[in-house]
């Protein structure tokens, strides 16, 4: 597989939660490094210290999504942080890879990560929204 394109967040992948946006986009920007460690030649070293780091970052990113949902009483929490464990399972298992050869972060491997990260949001995340904003705006009647 030929290079890839590094992965740019946008307006249409917000949920409404500005921090959680801005977790989304320093997710983005550390499957960007991967992309320029991979383009770069890096050698192991280098690619399994940035796989941890994504993988340790998106157990952050996850957790706090996951605090925002419980605090709401979000009923798909469990299924949600299901798919989130899986995500770092995979990257867990990837730095392994990677340490005992640098020829495991392929482009595909890369791209799939950067996939899953997007179809996650605009699918899954999304979901989560309109119940969000319903509890917002209850809370919000209940203090006027």
């Given amino acids: 597989m030929e290079r890839i394109e590094k992965i740019e967040w946008d ?23 991967l992309i320029d ?12 210290i940035n ?6 970052y998106g157990k952050y990113y996850f957790s706090k999504e996951e605090e925002f949902l ?11 942080a299901k798919e989130h464990r ?3 399972k995979t990257t ?18 890369i791209k799939d990560l950067r996939d899953w990260l997007i179809v996650h949001i605009s699918t899954r995340d999304y979901r989560y929204v ?6 917002t ?3 919000e009647c209940r203090l006027r």
């Fill in 11 to 33: 307006e249409q992948l917000s949920v409404d939660i500005p921090e959680v946006d801005e977790l989304q986009k320093k997710m983005f920007a550390l499957l960007n490094v």
């Fill in 37 to 48: 460690l991979k383009d770069d030649h890096a050698n192991a070293k280098d690619r399994s």
């Fill in 51 to 56: 796989v941890a780091e994504l993988t340790e």
């Fill in 70 to 80: 419980r605090k709401a009483s979000y009923p798909e929490i469990e299924e949600h």
């Fill in 86 to 88: 899986k995500f770092i």
């Fill in 92 to 109: 867990v298992s990837l730095r392994r890879q990677v340490a005992e050869d640098k020829a495991n972060l392929s482009y595909r491997v």
């Fill in 130 to 135: 309109p119940f969000l904003r319903t509890f």
């Fill in 137 to 139: 705006y209850l809370n």
